[in-house]
């Protein structure tokens, strides 16, 4: 086949949809890259919360995909919301890079070596709510936690510039591109649960397109994709926003999954409601069911959306 692959301008997404148009070439297929900017390339200013959530990354993409000048769009699944527009399919989830999250300072190796007054830079509801919580454990109320937007690279130049003694980042795009050296640290899924599908790369089609659908197949990670269902109905269930304060991790070990979710309030007190379960799954219904108990369960513990 000859397929075209819409993807986001930055260097991360680029890197992202060469990797799938390789292996799409190692298939036997002919692939090329469709490079867009999104609403949410462009909005850099404004927290993403507050002007549409990181669907604004996905939108000009899904357009190419519905006027067909693109037959599929690779996305970082944790951008993708939990719900797509009618007339799209989210066709294949590849193998999970690493899904935690990177501590990144040049003076700092943790946040208890934070000098007073410290900024702490994060673009994630989620990474607010965790961070608030594990400084506030550490009777660190000085420490101010400051928006930061751009792509990869643009947040990496902003804490060179010194406006923030560190930043959180996903590991697995600074891993991606070669840059795992800027990690200081790395946080324990325990320290810091990740955001559902962090790590996983989502690829993205119209509905009805068959032939595409045989032809990602083969790119397809059946552990991983159980396990962002998993976590991706913790955060549907709770209305779907990828801007929500939520965390939601799966791992999946002989087909027994643990799911462990946790919720925060920005604007509240740094504490954290918390779930988990466990259940033998084997199908993406059953991952789902899990998701959907866990996040009953942090509900009854005061999670709202």
Known sequence: MLLTIATRESRLALWQAEHVKTLLQQQGHAASLLGMTTRGDQILDVALSKVGGKGLFVKELETALHEGRADLAVHSLKDVPMELPPGFALACVMRREDPRDAWVSPGCASLEELPP??????????????????????????????????????????????????????AAGLKRLGLGGRIRRLFSTDEMLPAAGQGALGIEICEGRADVQAALAPLADQATWLAVEAERAVSRALGGSCSMPLAA?????????????????????????????????????????LGQRVAADLQAGGARP
């Open 117 to 170: 007054g410290a900024a702490v830079g994060t673009s994630s509801l989620r990474r607010t709510v965790l961070l608030r919580a594990r400084l506030a454990a550490l009777g660190r109320a000085d420490v101010r936690i400051e928006p930061l937007r751009g792509n990869l690279d643009t947040r990496l130049r902003k804490l060179d510039e010194g406006r923030y003694a560190a930043i959180v980042l996903a």
């Open 249 to 289: 991790h799966a791992t999946l070990e002989g087909g027994a999954m643990r799911l462990r979710a946790a919720w925060g309030d920005p604007q509240g007190q740094p504490r954290l409601v918390t779930a988990q379960g466990s259940a033998a799954v084997a199908t993406q219904a059953e991952a789902r069911a």
